[in-house]
């Protein structure tokens, strides 16, 4: 074996325990990165239990594909970030605790979500926007972004002639609304004191108007109509709201009119592309992982030092 050669390969090896040297010594360094602050705020009400998803080829509901969506984004999202959650269902959302660091409090936060169930609210009704509104307020002054969840249905609909005022809190917070659902009607299931299904909720089982002040009809229209004690006539009325799909047009005015951008979520893919969005990212200094570099480097030197020997036995590879 020549000089050259030997001088070739020591080189090599000298070089690999360098980068391997610097590996052990400086394995992170401080680094500008963006990370983020979510608020999530999910739908509990029933429509949510709808099983229009599909995970490992099985029907799930919409509340179980928001659950693991979420669980699986935590692992996505850099150290430094932070999560905070809530519940919505009626008029109002409660917050359960707010945004803590995804590294450091990461076995708590997928705890608490995995946990999030349709038993946890406090009245059957729904009104979106009024929820919308309440989380605006409630978050107005945090710096953590409002991502509010739902699939939009409400029940019961909501009386045009009283649509809820989002002036006070237009631009006060940054956020998304995520539309949840498919866009095709499907059955509700109706489940027990226990938590069993039973079936599903049918035509009678539900409010398909709101009988709210006064109607947004024209008295003329209305059978029955008595302004003091049929306002809204004396006949039931009937409709299809024993059925759900994702509320796509009306979350969508929602957002323009709270301030809020739109996006419907459809798998964790998805999800992940719009969360990160540079609009709501926040620059800061990060002790990142930099060992990658140097172990690339030592990988490809004592390569290197093989590869004369490779070369020099190359004819019997050779077909």
């Known amino acids: 074996m020549s000089n050259t050669l030997k001088d070739y390969r020591t080189l090599c090896l000298l070089s690999a325990l360098m980068a391997m040297l610097v590996l052990f010594i400086y394995p992170s360094k401080q680094q500008k990165t963006p990370t983020y602050s979510y608020t999530f705020i999910i739908d509990i009400t029933r429509s949510m239990n709808a099983t229009d998803y599909q995970q490992d080829n099985q029907a799930v509901s919409r509340l179980h594909f928001v659950k693991q969506t979420l669980r699986e984004l935590l692992q996505k999202l ?25 590294c450091s409090a990461y076995t708590e936060i997928d705890t608490a979500i995995s946990k999030v169930d349709w038993r946890m609210a406090w009245a059957a ?10 989380t605006l307020e ?33 631009g006060q917070a940054k956020g998304m609304i995520i539309g949840v659902g498919g866009l095709q009607a ?3 299931p109706k489940f027990d004191s226990l938590g069993k299904q039973t079936g599903f909720y049918a035509q009678d089982d539900v409010p398909h108007r709101s009988t709210f002040g006064q109607s947004n009809l024209d008295p003329s229209q209305i059978k029955g109509y008595n302004a003091r004690n049929a306002p809204f006539g004396s006949e ?5 709201e024993h059925l759900t799909a994702l509320h796509e047009t009306y979350l969508e005015k929602l957002a323009a009119e709270s301030g809020l951008a739109y996006a419907r979520l459809t ?13 709501l990212a926040i620059e800061k200094l990060v002790q990142t992982d930099i060992r990658r570099q140097p172990a690339l480097l ?6 290197l030092v093989y590869l004369p020997r490779l070369y020099k036995f190359r004819p019997f590879f050779r077909s």
């Open 267 to 279: 798998d964790l893919k998805n999800l992940n592309q719009v969360l990160q969005n540079p609009k």
């Open 125 to 134: 009704d729904s009104n979106i926007a009024k929820g919308l509104l309440s």
């Open 138 to 170: 409630m978050l107005q002054k945090s710096d953590s972004s409002v991502i509010f969840i739902t699939d939009g249905q409400e029940a019961p609909p909501v009386n045009p002639n009283y649509q809820t005022d989002f002036s006070t809190v237009k």
């Open 186 to 188: 499907v059955p509700i």
């Open 236 to 240: 039931a009325a009937t409709g299809s």
């Open 78 to 102: 850099p150290c430094q970030s932070k999560v905070g959650l809530g519940l919505f269902t009626e008029r109002r959302s409660t917050l359960l605790f707010e945004p803590l660091e995804v």
């Open 298 to 303: 030592a990988l490809l030197l004592l390569s």
